[in-house]
């Protein structure tokens, strides 16, 4: 027994939660069935190093049944639909200005879709996993624990930004562990997820506002910024150099 790390009570915790849940590895795996892992720091080095463990990362005794099958595998299992385009959703695509492409996608659960992107935040913040040491949400912490334990974001002031890279880019295909960043006095994280960027602003900043447009906000439609090829690995670098 002990005490879970969302409800606060003391309980049989599980033997393996996963801090990304399982579907989103599905396209990560090489022809012998081992997942492409990126550390987000390699790509600082001349000669970046991509590891391949057998699974996805988990860990043991940071929470119940209850909190990680029903409450977390809620959204999991919305998000998994989601990706797989079993919604019913709708993508339109639109050119802007400088090159730029805005995908609009509309049906979606936006309340669902921001729970399910904390909650990769928060599950990486309760890890004691050296891959998440990066991820110290201090107050915030509490907030989203609530938000996610309640299932309520009304009193949750963060701002979630989604941008696509581009097909044919370098990183479609991986997922990297959170980075923070400090853009002006705001703490920022980032997440690199199958092609998309999950940007958390915790408070606002100039990139905040610039990405604006882009936030997940409380509507049945959302608005996601591709990046070019081209600029990709420039902003990615840029980010972490904040």
């Known amino acids: 027994m002990a005490i879970c790390k969302l409800c606060k009570v003391d309980k ?44 996805g990362i988990y860990e043991g005794q940071i929470l119940c049944n209850k909190c990680d099958n029903n409450i977390i595998g809620a959204l999991e299992t919305y998000m998994s639909l989601l990706v797989n385009s079993k919604k019913g959703t709708k993508v339109k695509g639109k050119r802007i200005d400088s090159g730029l492409s805005v995908f609009e996608i509309r049906n979606i659960d936006s309340k669902k879709l921001k729970l399910f992107l904390l909650s990769i935040l928060f599950r990486a913040s309760i890890s004691s996993l050296s891959e998440f040491n990066d991820v110290k949400l201090g107050p915030y912490e509490e907030k989203i624990r609530l938000a996610i334990l309640n ?8 701002q979630i930004s989604i941008l696509k890279f581009a097909r044919n880019s370098n990183f479609t295909r991986f997922i990297a562990q959170p980075i923070r960043s400090k853009i002006g006095h705001a703490t920022v994280y980032s997440i690199i997820i199958n092609g998309y960027l999950i940007i958390f602003f915790m408070k606002e900043n100039d990139m905040s506002k610039q990405l604006i447009d882009f936030k997940v906000r409380d509507s049945d439609k959302l608005e996601v910024l591709q990046v070019p090829k081209a600029q990709v690995e420039k902003f990615i670098i840029s980010l972490m150099s904040q």
Request: charged content about 35%.
């Open 151 to 158: 299932n309520n974001i009304e009193e949750l002031d963060i």
């Open 12 to 55: 049989q915790l599980i033997k393996k939660s996963h801090i990304f849940p399982n579907f989103l590895y599905t396209d990560f795996y090489d022809e012998q069935n081992r997942l492409r892992k990126f550390d987000i720091n390699e790509m600082k080095k001349r000669n970046p190093r991509i590891s391949k463990p057998p699974t």
